[in-house]
């Protein structure tokens, strides 16, 4: 039998836990952020949602979160509880989960 490579357990752990792989996934984090608050911009009458988007270091890793507390109303849409009528959607979530 030929070995070709030999794949080490718990091998993704050290690998993401390297300073060169949290680099890459920290420009991919800021970047998704930046879409993010970029559509976010175009939409915003109190600049609450478009402050809430952060970039979060976690232990192997970083992620875009929404920490406005009505984040979801806001990018997905919802009815104006005064008017009844629908509001659209900012699409923030949307804009940087695109390629």
């Known amino acids: 039998m030929i070995v070709i490579a030999h794949v080490y357990k718990r091998a993704h752990v050290k690998i993401a836990g390297m300073r060169s792989v949290l680099r890459v996934v920290r420009a991919e984090a800021d970047k998704r952020a930046h879409r993010a608050r970029v559509q976010a911009a175009q939409h915003t009458r109190t600049g609450t949602f478009l402050d809430s988007i952060r970039v979060r270091r976690y232990k192997k890793g970083y992620a875009v979160q929404f920490e406005d507390r009505q984040a979801a109303l806001k990018n997905f849409g919802h009815i ?4 009844g009528e629908w509001v659209d959607g900012v699409g923030a979530v949307e804009a940087a989960l695109r390629q």
Not at 80 to 83: F, G, M
């Open 80 to 83: 104006n509880r005064d008017t």
